[in-house]
T-cell receptor
Framework: AQRVTQPEKLLSVFKGAPVELKCNYS??????LFWYVQYSRQRLQLLLR??SRESIKGFTADLNKGETSFHLKKPFAQEEDSAMYYC????????????FGTGTRLQVTL | KAGVTQTPRYLIKTRGQQVTLSCSPI?????VSWYQQTPGQGLQFLFE???????NKGNFPGRFSGRQFSNSRSEMNVSTLELGDSALYLC????????????FGPGTRLTVT
């Protein structure tokens, strides 16, 4: 069975500091990886997915199959980045079925 | 475009009762997925319906069931409620292909006493 691990429950950084939210997964096949974000009093929403190779709001994530990781990075944290971040995995052939990590709360302070 | 809506937003039930939650997807979306979110277990996949058929299923007991109507609206039902069923229930809709983004609703907060 697949599993997604986010080792940090809370990550606190200063504004302007680099951010790295860790995500490791276990799955024997070729997964599709996502980062979802939930801002205060808002819905869960997609931030980015590995197949898009995009940078959204300054965030990037690279799939490292050797280390089975999909860490989320941003060079300079902003106050508005404070939110709950979830890493999620979708197995091949299971459209719409996401396995989520437990989430990391990012707190950006002045 | 209107987002995913869920009703009711809050619900209090007693152990042993049953409950039905509703999800209206974004217009044109044929896939509706349901997730349970609890502090202890996080977000867990319940099931997914696509064009009125259950396409994927998570590891939940048979007390959890769902259905989808021809207009893509979906309901989930929990029978014989237990205290541990207290959770935020989220639904998400998408066009249905693995490459399509899932859009989440605000959730229904169920409290079982």
């Amino acid at each position: 069975a697949q599993r997604v691990t986010q080792p940090e429950k809370l990550l606190s950084v200063f504004k302007g500091a680099p951010v790295e939210l860790k995500c490791n997964y276990s799955y024997s096949g070729s997964p599709e990886l996502f980062w979802y974000v939930q801002y205060s009093r808002q819905r869960l929403q997609l931030l980015l997915r590995h197949i898009s190779r995009e940078s959204i709001k300054g965030f990037t994530a690279d799939l490292n199959k050797g280390e089975t990781s999909f860490h989320l990075k941003k060079p300079f944290a902003q106050e508005e980045d404070s939110a709950m971040y979830y890493c999620a995995l979708m197995r091949t052939g299971t459209a719409s079925k996401l396995t989520f990590g437990t989430g990391t709360r990012l707190q950006v302070t002045l | 475009k209107a987002g995913v809506t869920q009703t009711p937003r809050y619900l209090i039930k007693t152990r042993g009762q049953q409950v039905t939650l509703s999800c209206s997807p974004i217009s044109g979306h044929r896939s509706v997925s349901w997730y349970q979110q609890t502090p202890g277990q996080g977000l867990q996949f319940l099931f997914e319906y696509f064009s009125e058929t259950q396409r994927n299923k998570g590891n939940f007991p048979g007390r959890f069931s769902g259905r989808q109507f021809s207009n893509s609206r979906s309901e989930m039902n929990v029978s014989t409620l237990e205290l541990g069923d207290s959770a935020l229930y989220l639904c998400a809709s998408s066009l249905g292909d693995r490459y399509h983004e899932q859009y989440f609703g605000p959730g229904t907060r169920l409290t079982v006493t």
